[in-house]
């Protein structure tokens, strides 16, 4: 008998939603930044073991929208939440409860629908007394399913996450083939990998301006080298310059860390050539927020 659920991973900016999906799958799919907002679309993530497959969906942080893009992303939670069958709902194990985690809760109480709680960043915490005042907290708020402190930097207690889901699937065909790790197509998978380098490597609002598109993607016949031609995108014609750097040298260590990201993704020798381009104001611009796959 085989089972399936599908699952909305929802929470505030950086709790480690991406992070938490990523361990889950044991790949990548999904980029990480300790900058908030990082992730921009939903994210969908399947994880097949034995006859049960879990289907996530990883939404943006959920925020005030300040600006097209953003209220894009807003809505991008909202539509998580139809026609799935549970929620796992990440937070931090430190810090006052948030006004948007107190909204995502009254969303749930309309849902209906069981959620999990996953308290994540427990190895941030020296006083196992603040993660059980932390439980008892938000579940005062909520009938939770049950309540997991994670760790998704270490993985501590992601399997015991990943039962707690299973328990929650229903008899039901699988929906993907039993491979199946994302439904993202390889070009926006290359095209995250490298705005991730950008997120990491550069500082404050520079990268939240920052759209990349991959304008070739294709395997040579003559040899196993993958050719990727990449755009990056900025709003200013000032961040242009931050991202190429003196002499080139930022945009050559983005490329640098990127390719060596892609090559371990790919499994296969990447040859990456990145320019960077300036269009104004895009994130609210519905014509390029749709052309750089982003609606």
């Known amino acids: 008998m085989t089972k399936t659920a599908f699952i909305a991973i929802v929470g505030c900016p950086n709790v480690g939603k991406s992070s938490i999906l990523n ?9 990480v930044s300790s900058k908030p907002q990082t992730t921009r679309t939903k994210i969908m993530g399947v994880l097949t073991e034995g006859e049960t497959q879990l289907v996530f969906t990883d939404t943006p942080g959920y925020h005030k929208p300040h600006n097209k893009l953003g209220e894009k992303m807003y809505k991008a939670v ?12 990440v937070t931090e194990a430190k810090g006052e409860i948030k006004k ?5 809760i009254e969303k749930f109480k309309k849902l209906g629908a069981p959620v999990i709680l996953a308290i994540n960043k427990i190895d941030m915490l020296s006083d196992k007394e603040e993660l059980l005042k932390r439980i008892v907290e938000f579940n005062k708020l909520y009938d939770f399913t049950a309540t997991v402190p994670v760790c998704a930097a270490t993985g501590e207690h992601i399997d015991e996450l990943i039962e707690e889901m299973d328990k929650l699937a229903v008899e039901s065909p699988h929906f993907f083939p039993d491979d199946t790790l994302t439904d993202q197509p390889e070009r926006v998978l290359a095209a995250e990998i490298i705005r991730e380098k950008i997120l990491r490597l550069m500082d404050k609002e520079v990268p939240h301006g920052i759209a990349v598109s991959i304008e070739k993607m294709r395997e040579r016949d003559d040899a196993d080298i993958l050719d990727i031609e990449a755009t990056i995108y900025c709003e200013r014609e000032s961040h242009k310059g931050m ?9 050559k260590k983005i ?25 104004e104001d895009w994130r609210n611009r519905e014509g390029l927020i749709h052309n750089f796959g982003l609606d």
């Open 243 to 251: 991202v190429i750097g003196k002499k080139g040298a930022m945009l």
């Open 255 to 279: 490329s640098t860390f990127a390719r060596q990201d892609l090559e371990k993704f790919f499994g296969i020798k990447v040859n990456l050539q990145t320019w960077v381009k300036v269009k």
């Open 100 to 104: 948007g985690e107190k909204e995502l």
């Open 78 to 89: 909202g539509d998580s939440l139809g026609g799935i069958d549970a929620c796992l709902f």
């Open 23 to 31: 361990k889950m799958l044991g790949q990548k799919i999904a980029i």
